[in-house]
C-alpha cells in the first residue's frame, strides 16, 4: 500500500514536471511546426538565475519569479535570434536549428559559467519530509505536485478563457486560418515562445530544487523525455502532451522502483522501448490526429 | 547503348572513387599526425554518406545512425580483442567470446551485421511514423546509447573499452570510404532512391504515383543502418579504446554538421562537406586547445550549422550531383520516334473501368458524402462538378485511398480496390492530377515521370525512355532536364498528367486540370487528352468549374451537392435543369460560365501572367 502511495506521489511529481515541459513544446509546434531541441537550456537557465539569485541574497521567492520570468524572456529572445530567419522552413531544417541552438547554449554555460555542476542551497524549510500514513514525501515533491498542478490550471484558464489561448489552440488545427482571423503571425509566435519559455521556467526551478544543483547539461535528459512526451501524447495536442508526461513519468518510475537490479543499468534504454512499442501501435501518438490534406 | 543515367552514375562512381584514391595515396606520405586526419575524416565520410541514404533521400533527419556505429563498433571490438587482453579487459564475456578471436574482416562484417540487424528492428517502427520519425530517431540513439552503457559485461558500461588492434590504416579507411560513396551513390537512383526522393518532395503526390513510401524508407534506413556500421567498424579499429559517450551527440553532431554544410541532398554535398567541415574542426581544436577553451568545436560546429541553413538551406552543393548540374545545361535528348502510340491496357470503349459504388463519408457528425455514386468508362470522359464544399475532394480521397470512407464499394476494371492503399491503387492504373500542383520539385521533369514508370513496374532505364515518350506526347520533353518549377504553368500541368499517363492507367482523375489556363491553352490541352483518350484507352474523371470545358469535353456529368448527387447523365440535359442551375451555378448556365472564368480561375492567371 505504502509501496503504491510513494509510487503515486513520484509519478505525480514527476509527471507534473514532464507535463510543463511537453505543453511548452507543444505549444510551439502548434504555431511553428518546430520540435525545439533548445528547450532545455531554457530550463538550465532558469537553474542558473535561481542559483544567482540565491548567491546575490535576494529572498527565495523573488529568485524564483526572476527564473521563471528569465525563462519566459529567453524563449522569446531565441525565437526572434535564432528562429525567425528559418520561420517557414521545412520541419527538418527547424529541428536542426533548435539542435544546433541548443549545442551553442551548452558550450556557452560551460565557457561562460562552469563546466561543472554549481550547488543550488535550497532553503531549510524546503528540506525535510511530510508523513502520509507510513510513507514519506518530501516536501519539495509536494511542492513539485502543487506547483505543475496550480501552473497547468492556469495554463487550462488560459486556453479556455483568453483570446490569445484560443488562438493558439487554434493555430494547432490550422495555423494559416487563424492568421486569417486577424492574428498576426510574429505576435501569436512569441506568446507562444512566452508561454514555453514561462514554462520550461517553472519546470526549470522545480528540477533544480529537486536535485540541488545545477550543470550546462542539465536540460538535456529532461528535454529528451519531453521530446518522447509530444510524440506519445500526439504531435501538436495540448491535452495529449499532458497526459502523456503522467504516462512517461509512470512508466519510468515503475522501472526504477519494480525492475529487477541486473537491469537498472538499462532502465533508460526500457523507457524509451516501451515509448517506441506504444508508437509503434499508435504511429501519431495516442491523442494525435492526421491532418487530411486538401486537394 | 548504356542509358544516360547509367553513364551519369557511372562517371561519378569512378570521379570520386578517383578523387578518394588519390587523397589516399597523398595521405599515405603525409607525417603521421596529418595522416591521422585524413583517416578519421575518411571514417567519417563513411557514416556522413550513412545519413546521406536516409535523410538526404527522404528528407527526414536521423539522430540514431550514430547509434549503429556504436553497435558495430563494439561488436568489431569484442570479436578481434586477442584473448590475452580480453581476460583483463573483459573478464565477464558471456558465450565464449572470451575465448574467441576473428580476424580483422569477419569483424567488421559482423559489425556490419550487427548494425543491419539494429536497423531492421529500428526500422519497422520508423518507416510507419510521419512528423514524429525524427523524435523516434532520438529516441533510437538513447535506447542503443542505454544498451551500451548497460551492457557492463560486454562492454565495461560507461568505462573505456579498450585493446581493440589499431587496425583502420588510412587504406582501409579508404577503401570503406569508397565503398560507401559507391553505394550512397548507387541507392541515389535505383528504384527505392528515386521512390524515397519522391517522397521526400511530397509525399501525398508521391503514394498518388505509386510509390510505396514506408517500403521505400525502411529499405533506406536497413542500408544505411549497414553503411553506420562499416563506419562503426573501422572506427572500432581507429580508435582502439572508446567509451558511449564517443557515439553520442558530439558525434552525431559533427556527422550532420558535414551533411548539411554540402547538402544532405546529394552524395557530392556529403563529400564536399565532409572535407570542409574536417579542416574547420582541425583549425578550431588548434585554436580551443592554445586558449583552454571548452567545447570550441562544438560551438564552432553549432554555428556553422546556423550560419548554412540561414543562408544555404540546402547547402553548399544543394540537392543535385555535379555531374547532374551539367546534363541541366544540355538539352535532353528527345527520340526521333513520332506517332507511336501509349501502351494500352486493353479495355474496349464503354467498357467500365472505375465503378465507385455508394460512397458514405461522416466527419464527426458532418456528412460529407451521402452514397455517392458514378461510374467511368474507358475512352470516356466522366464530368464532376459541384460548388465548393459539395464533396468533390471528399469524393477523390475516398477513390484514391487518402481517405477512409465509412461505406464503400470501389472497383477499379474488376478489381475491388476498396480497402487498398493509396500506392497499390495506382499501381493497379488510378492516375490523377492535383488540385493544386504537386510536383517532385527537387527531381528533374523527366525524373518526375521516370518515378511513375518505376512504380508501374518498369527498370529505370526504361523508365526514363518511356517517361520521355510521354513527355512528347504532352509537348513538353523539351524540358526535361529542368526542375518543373522554372516551368510555365500550363507545362507543369502537363508534366503532372504525364506522371499520370505514366501509370498505364485504367482511369485519370484530373482535378482541374485547366485551372490557371487561358481559353486557348485550355482547349490545347483538351486536344491533348482527347489524343490520349483515342491512344490509351485510359477513362478520365474529369473535375473543373469551367463549364465551358465540362460541356465540350464530357460523355457524361454528375453533379454534387450537400454530398449528394443532383443530377447525373449527358452534359447537355444534366446542365440545362433547373436544379443544377440553381444549386451550383446560382443562376442561368451562360452567365455562370463568364462568372466562373472570373471566380475559379482568375486569381491563378493573374499569378501567371505576371
Redesign the interface.
Known sequence: MDAILTYVVNVISLGGTYALLALGLAVVFSVL?L?NFAHGELMTLAGYTLLAGIVLGVPFWAAVIAAVVVGGIAAVIMETT?FR??RN?????L???S???A??L???F??FIS?RGQAVPVPSMFTGSIPIGNAQISIIQAISIVASLASLIVLKLFFDRSRWGWAIRAAADDFETVRLMGYRASRLIAVAFLISGLLAGIAGVLWVMQRGSVDPLMG?KPV?AA??V??IGG?GSLPGAVIGGYILAGIEIALQTWLPES?I??????T??L??VV??LF???LFGK?I???? | MISTRRRRTLVSIVGWSAVLVVIVLIGGILPSATQLLVTSSLVLLSGVMALQIF?GNS???SFGHVGFVGIAAYTTGILVMPTAVKGTALPELPLGLGEMQLPIWQGMIAGILAATLVGVI?G??IA?????A???T???L??????M????PLTR?SQTFYGVPRFTSITVAGIVAILAVIIARLFRDSRIGMQLRASRDDE?AASSSGVRVQYARLAAWVLSSAVAGAMGAAYAGLLGAFSPKDFY?TLT?TL?TML?VGGSGSVAGGIVGTIIVTLIIEVLRRVGDSNE????T??G???I??LT??FR?RGLLGFREPEETLAYRSQPAISTATGESLPARNAAPGQIVLAADDIMKRFSGLVALKGVSLTVSAREVTGLIGPNGSGK?TF??CVTG??KPDEATILLADQDITDLPTWKRARLGLGRT??TMRLFREMTVTDNVSVACICSGMSPTHADDHAVRLLEVLGVAQHGNRLPGELPYGDQRRVEIARALALNPRVMLL?EPAAGMNPAESRELLAQLQSVLASSGVGILLIDHDVALIRSACDHLTVLDYGAVLAQGEPQDVLSQPAVAAAYLGGSVSDASDHDSIGATGAQEGKIND
Open positions: 511546426r520540435i535564432a530567419p528559418v522552413a521545412n520541419p527538418a531544417t529541428l536542426m536549428t539542435f544546433a541552438v549545442m551553442l551548452q558550450v556557452i560551460q565557457n563546466a538535456l529528451l521530446f518522447v509530444v510524440v504531435l537491469f543499468p538499462y532502465r533508460d534504454a526500457l524509451f522501448v515509448v517506441v508508437l509503434s504511429p501519431n501518438g492526421r487530411a490534406e486538401k486537394v | 535523410s528528407g527526414i533527419l529500428t519497422l517502427v510507419r511514423l510521419g512528423d514524429a525524427s523524435i523516434a532520438l529516441a533510437v538513447i535506447i542503443l546509447h542505454g544498451t552503457v548497460g551492457a557492463e558500461g501525398l551527440f553532431l550532420l548539411i577553451l571548452f567545447g570550441l562544438n560551438a560546429l553549432a554555428i550549422i546556423l541553413l540561414y538551406p475532394s477523390v480521397n487518402v481517405t492535383f488540385q482535378d
